[in-house]
């Protein structure tokens, strides 16, 4: 138990495209989702906390208005890239857990990279 | 400034030979230390949670510490196999279910 899938698992796009992620949680009800971003060699970083049916919470430093996220059903989150850019290509990963106190549980991961 | 430093970025070791991995951090005040393996190209695989009042834990082949005065967490994977290399990240978790990450350490099992 405890499943998370992304789509696509990697993408690349056309600088000053919008790419648009999406994260389920295959076999539970998540009520609050994370997003990430994993530059080489770096560590995972929190980009965003969202609790379904509400406005996500955005780290410092991390643009709302470029990283768009929707967190409609207890099963699905979507992170839109919004103009990307070169300098936006990434890993990106989310994890869900079930209550925002439980354990988050990964997904595989998505690949960006913006040409 | 906050800092969560894996003692270091890559680490061989013999097949068989315990790997002992550390993690150190300031100016953090964590309720919980998870450690995760990561493969390449993917997610973060949950492995082990430690909480603030607890001094060990185990599971299988993996062992992990918690020293909260000494800010230190150390992982241990004993009998290990060549299967085991991967990267391993400690994480901080906050009250507010917040996962701060270590950059890992790559560990590389040696046959």
């Known amino acids: 138990g405890a499943v998370v899938s992304q789509h696509p698992s990697w993408v690349i796009c056309k600088s000053g495209t919008s790419v648009k992620i999406e994260c389920r949680s295959l076999d539970f009800q998540a009520t609050t989702m994370f997003w990430y971003r994993q530059f080489p060699k770096q560590s995972l970083m929190l980009m965003a906390t969202?609790?379904?049916?509400?406005?996500?919470?955005?780290e410092q430093g991390v643009e709302k208005d470029k990283f768009l996220i929707n967190h409609a059903s207890l099963t699905l989150s979507t992170l839109t890239v919004t103009s990307a850019h070169p300098e936006d290509s990434s890993f990106y990963i989310c994890?869900?857990?079930?209550?925002?106190?439980?354990?988050?549980?990964f997904g595989p991961g998505t690949r960006l990279l913006v040409l | 400034s906050q800092k969560i430093e894996q003692n270091s970025e890559a680490l061989n070791i013999q097949e068989g030979k315990t790997a002992t991995l550390t993690c150190n951090y300031t100016n953090y005040s964590p309720a919980y230390l998870q450690w995760y393996r990561q493969d390449p190209g993917r997610g973060p695989v949950f492995l082990l949670l430690?909480?603030?009042?607890?001094k060990e834990k185990r599971k299988e082949r993996l062992k992990v510490t918690f020293d909260t005065t000494l800010k230190q967490s150390l992982f241990h994977i004993t009998a290990s196999q060549p299967a085991d290399s991967a990267t391993y990240l400690c994480a901080l978790q906050t009250g507010a279910n917040n996962l701060f990450f270590g950059t890992g350490t790559r560990l590389t099992v040696i046959p």
């Open positions: 994890s869900a857990s079930r209550t925002v106190q439980e354990t988050q549980y």
């Open positions: 430690i909480r603030e009042n607890e």
């Open positions: 969202s609790n379904e049916g509400s406005k996500a919470t955005y």
